[in-house]
């Protein structure tokens, strides 16, 4: 429920997107939207075009016409003049609905976006409503499929997680042959490319496929709605826990299409998706290229939806597995094995593992294309080594040699081949493998050519020597490899530590600290120092303008174009500028400060070193410092605001003990004087007409400090209402002749239908409510016009208008009128508290509804009261 609330308030604030869907070029998506848009234009709809691509088809380029447009931006790039969608004037211009083309298509250097469905994005945010088109194979997660059906390997794509955000999606589709026959005619490409896109691409085979997968696509969206509505309606089955699957991503190539695979399983499950990268020692030797690739598999896990996890150990598939238990997975995704079978023999199998110790979990292998003499797997790469490794490995086993000799004469060989194997334990523990795999050979061959008969030679005289070279080579080895993986993980476990240990001193240090410029000055400082960083925070104004609260040593967030980045990932909540796809461009990259209640300002990170980028582990730690920032900021607004807010109720305690006071004593007076001039009024003679007015005015006076006291009363909680069944349209009638005097002689219309339901109200509260209305469209309607009520019944409420014809509400004043003490400055009588409408709202909050106000076409206001309906209520009876 609270999900399907916050999904409703954000559908208040942001655009609906339309997506036209095909399976490929050619079928019409661009032509159906700027049919409809001709639609929306006819029905009065603020339309532009932000950018069309016709691809010079008459019939579409005759849509055009009639159109409104927004100019081009244009870009020039290596010397050719580019033309792009200018997303700054869409903004600027507003309208209600926009139509942009090519939904794919990756932006000009240097624009705000990477991609234009980023453009379309911040669209949405604003509250703009767009149309625009993509082909089946643009979606993200079907690139590897498309691409084994169609040899194309598609570059721009978008990700699934935009395409399901849609609010609406129309498959554009037409049978494969028309559209085989549409190509030839050259209404999809020149003729002289016609002939080889029809043996290529838009073979008949092809189409059919990506109708397929289109057609597929499309259920599943209608499948989603459908689960989506049962969830909401809580209809049987509904209530169920999702599904979760647990995607595992190795450094190989096969990472992002494993993803892929993934994420089409969870579209078609309608499961949440989560992809876990496993940092062990068997891949501590992987290439950098291979690191790269899982570091690409996992950003693209992100860019698809799926929460991402790390974690690290020796044993890969007890991790995956306790993951997966703990998560409560029931289906585990792993891409097929890459490695020889001999080298799995020797190192196992990570698959093979996981499928025998899955136990009730599922698990799916997904397999890869096939291998090409390019694309074989990366051999594993034996970590660099200084010179000096490889020296002091030569020095040990020469001097164990030395040892060897002295000793020869009394110690056995048995002895002596402990002796080395003493040497190589020694060795790998100081140095890298490659030193210690150099100190094994060395080792057996010093002892072989050494002391084994015949000597100084290779020869072996006896033949049981040779198990014994054997078992020497391989324990070196055991023990090299034992040692290099003891001193990674020792490595490893420094580093987690680390990571650790600077998570705790900024804490503790924001914990310390009581002001915002404090808590912004400790966090800069660690987050500089683990990084390696200039960094710089920045916190917004009273009017939301990020200003620089720390500055970095090289000022370079001084500069306009950077604040204006800065200023884009705060009002956005989404990082912004170097080693993003918004503003890549930019010196630095700027981190959102996001707490529970929105953005609370930014962090700016500008690398010292520009040569490397910061791995999926270092982006996690630095997200976990700015959410600790964020947080820390936070707490400070809030305990700001509970002072503030702590003064106001004692401030508004004092107040209404104030006024309560007053209300009471000035109430016999003015019950005097309104006797006194009852009296006189009614002895008539000369004074007959003062003594009226003197009447009619503290009676008046009357009327608003028993608006006082019902304001303090309600306040307070002192009232609680005696609910009864009453009857709308005797409330309103009790109202009306209770401001009889005030109305005169204006015109009142009613609009009550007979078989409006009765309600459960505090009658006498609500006949104040209906009363304080009237008094206040009396004052402010003009002329003699009437004042309009109406009621009708909603699905589960009741509706209550009040209109006039008088001045209307100013602009912006339309929910401060609701406060106490609020009036509009053109009353002018000062008679008039400002109470009568705070009352209103108050007692019908009492009553669970609300209140609002609006102003009419062609002048005046409407006061709007929002009832809830019963469930079963007595009938009203009819005559």
């Known amino acids: 429920m609270l999900r399907i609330a916050q999904r409703e308030m954000t559908e ?4 609906r997107l339309k997506i036209f869907l095909g399976m490929s070029a050619g079928v019409g998506k661009t032509y159906a939207m700027l049919s409809e848009a001709h639609e929306q234009i006819a029905r009065g709809i603020d339309l532009v075009v932000g950018y069309a691509e016709t691809h ?91 691409a084994s059906m169609t040899g194309v390997f598609v570059q721009e794509t978008v990700p699934d997680t935009f395409i399901d955000a849609a609010d609406e999606i129309e498959l554009v589709d037409i049978p494969p042959d028309e559209l085989r026959q549409r190509v030839q005619e050259g209404k999809v490409y020149v003729p002289a490319q016609t002939e080889r896109a029809l043996e290529g691409f838009f073979c008949r085979g092809n189409l059919l496929a990506l109708r397929e997968l289109a057609l597929r696509r499309a259920a599943d969206r209608v499948d989603a709605e459908i689960q989506s509505f049962r969830r909401a309606d809580a209809s049987p089955g509904s209530m169920g826990s999702r599904q979760r699957i647990l995607v595992c991503v190795a450094p190989n190539r096969l990472g992002e299409r494993v993803i892929r695979a993934a994420a089409r399983y969870g579209t078609a499950m309608h499961a949440q998706v989560l992809a876990i990268s496993v940092i062990s020692d068997r891949q501590t030797n992987r290439s950098d290229e291979d690191r790269d690739r899982a570091e690409r598999a996992m950003r693209l896990a992100e860019a698809l939806g799926m929460e991402t996890l790390s974690r690290s150990g020796h044993d890969i598939v007890a991790e995956i597995l306790t993951v ?70 030569v020095l040990a086993v020469a001097a164990t040699t030395a040892l060897c000799f002295l000793l020869s004469p009394w110690v056995h060989l048995s002895n002596l081949i402990m002796l080395y194997l003493l040497a190589v334990g020694l060795v790998s523990t100081r140095v890298g493998r490659g030193p210690s795999l150099l100190s094994a050979i060395l080792s057996v061959a010093a002892f072989d050519f050494f002391f084994v008969s015949p000597r100084y030679t290779f020869a072996v005289s006896d033949v049981e020597f040779l198990p014994t070279f054997v078992v020497m080579f391989a324990v070196s080895v055991i023990l090299s490899g ?59 104004d009273a009017r939301s303008m990020l200003t620089v609260v720390v500055p970095s040593v090289t000022s370079f967030e001084a500069d306009d174009s950077e604040m204006a980045v800065a200023q884009w990932a705060f009002e956005h909540g ?46 996690t730690l630095l997200e976990t410092f700015a959410t600790g920032l964020a947080v820390a900021l936070e707490r400070t607004l809030l ?46 003679g000369a004074e007959q007409e003062l003594a009226e007015t003197i009447y009619e005015e503290s009676m008046r006076l009357n009327l608003q400090v028993q608006n006082l006291l019902d304001m303090t009363r309600l306040n307070s909680g002192e009232i609680r209402p005696n609910v009864e069944w009453q009857s709308l349209e005797e409330l309103i009638a009790a109202a009306l002749d209770r401001t009889r005097v005030v109305l005169s002689d204006r015109p009142v219309e009613i609009h009550i239908p007979s078989d409006l339901p009765l309600l459960e109200l505090d009658g006498a509260l609500m006949e104040k409510v209906f009363a304080n209305l009237f008094e206040n469209a009396a004052v402010h309607a003009q002329g003699n016009s009437p004042i309009e009520v109406s009621a009708w019944a909603g699905d589960e409420t009741v509706y209550v208008e009040v209109s006039d014809r008088g001045p209307g509400i100013p602009v912006g004043s339309e929910a401060t009128i609701f406060e106490r003490f609020q009036r509009p400055k053109r009353d002018g009588d000062g008679g008039r508290f400002g109470l009568g409408l705070a009352i209103c709202r108050a007692i019908v909050r009492l009553h669970g509804g609300r209140i609002w106000a609006k102003n009419r076409t062609g002048g005046g206001s409407t006061f709007v009261i929002e009832l809830p309906k019963p469930d079963r209520a007595p009938e009203v009876p009819v005559g």
């Not at 208040?12 to 655009?15: E, K, N, V, Y």
């Not at 238990?325 to 698959?351: D, F, Y």
């Not at 170097?578 to 962090?603: E, I």
């Open 574 to 619: 989404k990082p912004a500028g170097a080693g993003t796809d918004t503003l890549p461009g930019s010196a630095a990259m700027y981190l959102p400060l996001r707490a529970s209640r929105g953005s609370v300002g930014a962090l700016a990170l500008s690398p010292r070193s520009k040569s490397e980028a910061l791995t999926l582990a270092q982006r």
């Open 482 to 540: 034992l040692n290099s993986r003891f001193r990674r993980q020792a490595a490893d476990a420094a580093s987690r530590e680390r990571r650790t240990s600077a998570l705790y001193e900024v804490s503790r240090d924001m914990a310390a600290s009581r002001t915002k410029q404090e808590i912004a000055e400790a966090a800069a400082r660690r987050i500089g120092d683990e990084f390696d960083t200039d960094v710089a925070v920045l916190l917004p």
């Open 12 to 15: 208040r604030t942001r655009g």
């Open 639 to 684: 305990a700001k605001e509970s002072h503030e807010a702590r003064l106001q109720a004692e401030s508004e305690k004092m107040r209404n003990a104030l006024l309560s006071s007053i209300s009471h004593d000035l109430r016999t007076p003015l019950t005097a004087i309104a006797g006194a001039a009852s009296a006189m009024r009614e002895r008539g």
């Open 56 to 146: 010079g088809r008459k019939e579409t380029e005759a849509l055009l016409v009639g159109l409104p447009s927004l100019p081009l931006r244009e870009v020039e790039h290596r010397g050719i003049l580019l033309k792009e969608f200018d997303i700054d004037e869409a903004l600027r211009r507003r309208p209600r609905l926009l139509v942009v083309d090519e939904l794919p298509h990756t932006n000009a250097p240097g624009s705000r976006h990477l991609k234009r469905y980023q453009d379309v994005e911040e669209l949405l945010a604003a509250g703009i409503d767009v149309h625009t088109a993509i082909n089946i194979q643009h979606v993200e997660s079907l690139r590897d499929v498309v």
């Open 324 to 393: 997966a238990r703990q998560r409560g997975a029931g289906l585990i995704i792993v891409g097929k094995p890459i490695r020889s079978r001999w080298h799995e023999l020797v190192r196992g199998s990570v698959v093979d593992d996981l499928v025998r110790r899955s136990g009730d979990i599922d698990v799916h292998v997904i397999t890869g294309e096939s291998e090409t003499p390019s694309e074989r797997p990366t051999p594993i790469q034996v970590a660099d080594a200084r010179p000096e490794e490889y020296a002091a490995s």
